[in-house]
């Protein structure tokens, strides 16, 4: 009997072994498979991209602390050849489905199927250090207030950058509230602010959010009351078009594809009805974006004596600087601040004017503001105008933001 058993020990230590013979790991030259990790199913984890290449269609991502592939590979590249584009940029956070195999490369390669960003992740909390305070300057305000984008979202944190694009990059400690997304601008008022010039990073605490009544994007901009003064040199019929890039919603006189008035040198308009103006008056939506990027910002009881010393910089004389501010006055006086950016490009370039005769000057005031509760740093703007000569063409109107 204990010949028997001993036989059939050697047969099956004998059967194993070549077992082990006949299935080693398949080597490759820098492709070998990780065999715990074989996987016959459609995967999917969550990366941070780290790295995209266009000249060869790849990107680099690193898989969240979390996630089970972290166990083989903390760096995976994604092919991007037969993928749907997303507009991916460095630091986005993407949900990546793959099939197959890991194969233990540096960078790991996997076949990628599917990929989509992934900024928020409130279920996840951030742990990682954002900048070293040691080294961070930190400023001196008690509280201050930024117009931010939302670009991540975790669950004890947000990331966001200036809407007026500058450097920074920020990251605010605090819960954002459930209605607030990825690409929201909002105010976000913070405290113990901390600047890292080097990294160009900005970590605070948050104190409170409040959003912006205005929409920036596909909603038009509404431009109240531009009126267009004339001045020639001498009794002059003159022909006005405007090339709006929106639409006209109110006119005075009537718009007919233009206007045809006969102007005096004193600036007073007839109409071949021998009806007479003042100006030209037209309101409507233009499809811009306003420049907020240079401006002021001033106290809603000191509105009126700003406009007077603004308006003269830009070239309007008293009469229609006085015209101007009795329009505004009533709606941004009472407000805690204001901030307030003349337009150039933005404005002009959505409404050009087509003027026969063409004038020797023309100087155009547009005025963009909005409301605000508590001030706020802008670099300031800097006004100037054409020297009135020959015949001379002024244009002002606004828009609240």
């Not at 995209?52 to 050849?81: C, G, H, K, Q």
């Not at 109409?271 to 401006?295: K, P, R």
């Not at 503001?369 to 800097?382: A, G, R, T």
Request: charged share 25%.
């Amino acid at each position: 009997m204990k010949k028997i058993l001993c036989l059939l020990l050697a047969v099956i230590t004998a059967i194993t072994l070549a077992g082990c013979i006949a299935s080693p790991k398949t080597p490759g030259n820098d492709t070998d498979i990780v065999s715990q990790s074989k996987i016959n199913k459609e995967n999917s984890f969550l990366a941070n991209i780290i790295e995209i290449n266009f000249d060869n269609s790849t990107a680099i991502v690193e898989p969240l602390e979390n996630e089970r592939i972290r166990s083989s590979a903390d760096r995976v590249s994604v092919n991007l050849t037969n993928l749907d584009y997303i507009y991916p940029v460095v630091g986005d956070t993407v949900r990546i489905e793959y099939s197959g195999d890991i194969r233990e490369t540096y960078p790991a390669q996997i076949d990628v199927t599917n990929w989509e960003i992934s900024n928020d992740l409130r279920d996840i909390e951030y742990t990682d250090e954002w900048l070293d305070k040691r080294n961070a300057a930190k400023s001196s305000d008690d509280e201050h207030m930024d117009e931010l984008t939302v670009t991540k979202i975790y669950k004890n944190c947000f990331f966001a950058t200036n809407v007026y694009p500058n450097k920074y990059v920020f990251k605010i400690n605090g819960v954002l509230p459930e209605d607030i997304c990825v690409n929201d601008e909002i105010y976000v008022y913070q405290e113990n602010i901390y600047t890292d010039e080097k990294s160009a990073r900005v970590e605070s605490d948050l104190i409170n959010i409040q959003i912006p009544p205005y929409v920036h994007g596909d909603d038009p901009l509404v431009c109240y009351k531009p009126v267009i003064y004339l001045y020639p040199e001498k009794v002059t019929d003159i022909n006005v078009r405007l090339d709006l890039n929106g639409n006209l919603s109110c006119t005075y006189p009537l718009y007919n594809n233009g206007w045809n008035v006969k102007a005096q040198p004193n600036g007073t308009l007839k109409d071949a009805n021998g009806l007479e103006y003042n100006y030209l008056y037209w309101e409507g939506e233009i499809n811009t974006d306003f420049d907020f990027s240079q401006g002021f910002c001033i106290k809603g009881e000191d509105t009126a004596r700003f406009l007077e010393t603004a308006l003269e910089k830009l070239g309007l004389n008293r009469r229609e600087a006085n015209e101007f501010i009795v329009y505004w006055l009533p709606q941004m006086q009472n407000n805690k601040y204001n901030l307030i950016s003349f337009q150039g490009k933005a404005y002009t370039d959505n409404t050009k004017l087509d003027i026969s005769p063409a004038p020797d000057t023309l100087i155009r005031v547009f005025m963009a503001y909005k409301p605000l509760d508590k001030p706020v740093d802008i670099k300031p703007q800097e006004l100037t105008h054409p020297k009135r000569t020959g015949f001379t063409v002024v244009e002002w109107g606004g828009s609240a933001s």
